[in-house]
């Protein structure tokens, strides 16, 4: 059986006592549903993708993704992740507050005033920067404790973070041989993996092996290796190395359309709500503001109390929601804290009407990718642009009686 319960991040931020008067409140107008029981699936399915020696370190930046940093790290540890991954130290802050005891790696760039509270909530900095590297070995050399594990970011062509590959060995001997400094892993990022064209990709793996090679040569172990992220794990499995770095594909969501797909793998985020109202709009009569929808016939619409101020995007006469297991199209533009939609064909619609305007509904869908397609965006996007003010609702898998076998 399936158990819903209610968390929003401000619950979790706010002090002991939590405020009575909200928590008395009846249903929010609208949510977002987390299907836990989907990510366990995926992760499940993805584990099993996985060639022998090859590993996964989840990616749970930005809140994984607006699902919930705790919880979704608590299903990938359990489905047997090697680490989480975030992108800022205060990300790793709230996970080790949270009781998590796992490697973190810290994906991107550090300003070096942020490395002494790296080091010190023992999560793992990427170095890709000489400067950054002077400052760590002089906080290395006073700080307590240690050695203390970093990974070696490697720019082979993004050309956002990272030492360029021809002077990564160099940097990687500076970690290596530092007393107080331990070479954990070594990494790169793709620039494009997930599309037909793998020209670049494979300019980038071959950058990356020379690298790997000039370190075997000099002796130098590089810890970790990994380069994957979603794209790169389902298109390039010459790049698994040691381990892929997954965000999107745990999701439920595929980073483009043309990647190989996993027969199973299930949407775990739904965005809900329920119509507010259900009225008439008579013919020649327009919707809104902007006066940007016009009714050709009487139409019968139903008002979705939620707009671009929680995250929809601004769309115009574009797109749909679920209503019944039917699409509703969407007219006029959508405001900041409403939209209206066009319910005529689907009789007996009445205010309180539950709406999906992500995710699956019975037998239909709006998934990421659409939605993504009619905000003229990536399906990260329409994943990270919910507010923090839609309270989470999770949908938990059913508690098992014996712990889960060791993967
Ligand atoms: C976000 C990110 C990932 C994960 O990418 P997905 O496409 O979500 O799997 C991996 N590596 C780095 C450096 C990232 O910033």
Known sequence: MKTLSHT???????????????????????????????????????????????????????????????????????????????????????????????????????????????????????????????????????????????????????????????????????????????????????????????????????????????????????????MANSGGFLQLPQAHYDAVRIGLLPLGVYPSAVCRRLTGLRQVMSVRSRLVSVRTLRAGETYGYGLRYRAQTDRRIGIVPLGYGVGYPRLVNQGAVLVRGRRAPLIGSVAMDALAVDVTDIPGIAPGEEVTLLGRQGDVEINARELAGWAGTVCYDVLTCWSERLPRRYVRPPVEASPPAAP
Request: proline residues 7%.
């Open 8 to 226: 929003s991040p401000a619950d979790a931020a706010s002090t002991a006592r939590p405020n009575a008067r909200i928590a008395a409140l009846p249903e929010p107008p609208a949510w977002v549903e987390i299907d836990l029981t989907a990510l366990r699936n995926n992760l499940g399915l993805i584990r099993r993708e996985l060639p022998p020696g090859v590993g996964w370190i989840d990616v749970i930046k930005d809140n994984a993704y607006g699902h919930g940093a705790r919880e979704v790290a608590s299903e990938a540890l359990r489905a047997g992740a090697l680490a989480l991954a975030v992108v800022t130290v205060r990300e790793a802050a709230e996970l080790r507050e949270a009781g998590f005891r796992q490697p973190i790696l810290v994906l991107g760039e550090r300003f070096p005033e942020e490395l002494e509270s790296c080091l010190a909530l023992g999560a793992m900095p990427s170095i890709g920067e000489a400067r950054i590297l002077d400052a760590l070995e002089k906080l290395a050399d006073r700080l307590p404790g240690g050695p203390f594990p970093v990974h070696l970011k490697v720019d082979t062509g993004m050309n956002r973070h990272g030492v360029r590959w021809e002077a990564a060995p160099a940097m990687a001997r500076r970690i290596a041989v530092h007393p107080r400094l331990e070479l954990a892993g070594v990494y790169s990022h793709f620039a494009m993996s997930d599309e037909a064209d793998q020209t670049f990709a494979r300019l980038q793996i071959e950058r990356f092996n020379r690298f790997l090679a000039e370190l075997e040569a000099s002796g130098i172990r590089p810890g970790l290796r990994h």
